[in-house]
Every structure is written in C-alpha cells, then in structure tokens.
C-alpha cells in the first residue's frame, strides 16, 4: 500500500484525533505487509504503528524526528529488513535537508532491503514524496530515484511506492520512472483492478476516472495479481485527503 496520510494537526475541519480512528480501520482491515506511507509526522507515524501492530522505518526530513517522514511499515512476522537508508532529493541526496532544484520544501526517499521470512525471497522497496510546485524538481528526483534504484543488486525485485504529485500517463516524470523498462505501473499491469478515482481528493467529492498520482510500480518481473485505489470512508470521514493505492503482487 502507498498512502499519503496528510499530516497530523488538530486544526479543523479534519483533526487527526478524529481521523486516526477511521485510519485505523482501514489499516486493519486490510493489513498491507508493506506500507509505504508520506507527510507523517513522528507522533502520527507512532499512533499508526501501535493501531496497526507493525514495525517501521523513517526519518524526518530534516533529520532525527522532526518534520515530515516518508517511513515505511512493515508486517514483523512476515518481512525483515536486512538494510536501509535514506536519501535526499537534490545535487547532494548524502547531505540530510538538502534541496537544490528549486523546491522549497526538502524532498527525500527511504529504502529498505527486505527478506520474506514466509518465502525466503529479498526484494528492496522504495518510497518517496515529489514536490508539489516544481516540475524541474521532479524530473530531476525522478532521475535520481531511478540512477538509485539500479546501484543495488540488480536481481532484486523492486516495489516503489509514493506520492508523485503528477498524473501517470500525462507527465515526463512518469516516463522518466518508467524509462528502459525498468520498472512499471503495478495498476495497468494487474490482472485485475477495481474502478480508478483521482487518489487526491482534498476531502472533497471523489472524481471517477480521476488523476491517479499516487503509484506503486514494480520491477517488470513482480506480478500484480490485483490492484485497487481504496476509497474507505466513516460516516463520511476519510482518513486522509489522499486515497492509499494498493497492490497484491508475487515476486
């Protein structure tokens, strides 16, 4: 699952306080063994990991627990990470906070290096956050993600998840992700997939046949048996401005 959580503030009309129970269910009922999430906060990232009984991995962007994480979750009965590292966004992604393409605000990516304890098979997951003012900024992260994504072993499957901030289909950012065939869209290659909706939806209507630029996208040889854009409300509340993308795949 790919879910951008929007951040956690007691401001109304969506507090958190009364969005974390509706998040909660959502989480449980689908119990995604990964969980590639966005714009958490550390508080936030805490709340959900005791909801959903998972492990996870982050760091703020500006360093330590401060600002916002691209963390990633993960079942601890059923995946291990053996390694993991972040990154930052810009001419130096070593240099933690760094931005030099334009974006005010700092952009960064999160790796982990996993083993299935069930099957024995590694895999290295990946998940980002785009800016959401600047194209330059984008394409640039888009290359840099991809140059990053071929350094480590190159027979590990790959699953990237992440909020892209631009429409599949309709951006360079998204040719540049998919450029080689290195990787592909998890929801056109699925075997099966529900009813498509823009996954922002700034709690408003939902828009069928909408933007999707929230992905997961895998390494061509990752199978996605089913994919789905997952619109769980409560009485009318949803748990995030951002719809999760999800996808069940067989590595």
Same mark, same amino acid.
């Given at each position: 699952?790919?879910?951008?959580?929007?951040?956690?503030?007691?401001?109304?009309?969506?507090?958190?306080?009364?969005?974390? /129970?509706?998040?909660?269910?959502?989480?449980?009922?689908?119990?995604?063994?990964?969980?590639?999430?966005?714009?958490?906060?550390?508080?936030?990232?805490?709340?959900?990991?005791?909801?959903?009984?998972?492990?996870? =991995?982050?760091?703020?962007?500006?360093?330590?627990?401060?600002?916002?994480?691209?963390? &990633?979750?993960?079942?601890?009965?059923?995946?291990?990470?053996?390694?993991?590292?972040?990154?930052?966004?810009?001419?130096?992604?070593?240099?933690?906070?760094?931005?030099?393409?334009?974006?005010?605000?700092?952009?960064?990516?999160?790796?982990?290096?996993?083993?299935?304890?069930?099957?024995?098979?590694?895999?290295?997951?990946?998940?980002?956050?785009?800016?959401?003012?600047?194209?330059?900024?984008?394409?640039?992260?888009?290359?840099?993600?991809?140059?990053?994504?071929?350094? /480590?072993?190159?027979?590990? @499957?790959?699953? &990237?998840?992440?909020?892209? #901030?631009?429409?599949?289909?309709? #951006? @360079?950012? !998204?040719?540049?992700?998919?450029?080689?065939?290195?990787?592909?869209?998890?929801?056109?290659?699925?075997?099966?997939?529900? /009813?498509? !909706?823009?996954?922002?939806?700034? !709690?408003?209507?939902? &828009?069928?046949?909408?933007?999707?630029?929230?992905?997961?996208?895998?390494?061509?040889?990752?199978?996605?048996?089913?994919?789905? =854009?997952?619109?769980?409300?409560?009485?009318?509340?949803? @748990?995030?401005?951002?719809?999760?993308?999800?996808?069940?795949?067989?590595?």
């Amino acid at each position: 699952m790919s879910f951008n959580l929007r951040y956690a503030s007691e401001s109304d009309p969506h507090p958190w306080s009364q969005r974390r /129970p509706v998040m909660r269910r959502l989480l449980r009922e689908e119990r995604p063994h990964l969980l590639g999430t966005q714009e958490g906060l550390h508080g936030q990232l805490r709340d959900i990991a005791e909801d959903l009984g998972h492990a996870w =991995i982050g760091l703020g962007r500006l360093g330590g627990s401060h600002d916002e994480f691209a963390a &990633v979750f993960y079942d601890a009965e059923r995946l291990v990470p053996l390694e993991y590292d972040h990154f930052w966004l810009s001419d130096t992604p070593a240099l933690i906070g760094s931005a030099t393409w334009g974006n005010t605000v700092v952009r960064m990516a999160t790796w982990v290096h996993f083993a299935d304890l069930r099957t024995g098979t590694e895999f290295l997951a990946l998940n980002t956050h785009l800016d959401h003012a600047h194209q330059y900024s984008r394409e640039r992260s888009a290359e840099l993600i991809t140059r990053r994504l071929r350094e /480590p072993d190159p027979a590990l @499957p790959r699953l &990237v998840t992440g909020d892209f #901030n631009v429409a599949a289909h309709r #951006n @360079p950012v !998204y040719d540049a992700m998919l450029a080689g065939g290195a990787l592909a869209d998890s929801w056109d290659t699925a075997d099966e997939r529900g /009813p498509q !909706y823009a996954t922002f939806h700034g !709690y408003k209507p939902l &828009v069928p046949d909408g933007d999707r630029i929230d992905w997961i996208l895998t390494s061509p040889a990752v199978r996605t048996l089913g994919a789905a =854009i997952n619109t769980f409300s409560d009485d009318g509340r949803f @748990p995030s401005d951002h719809l999760p993308v999800q996808a069940l795949v067989e590595l």
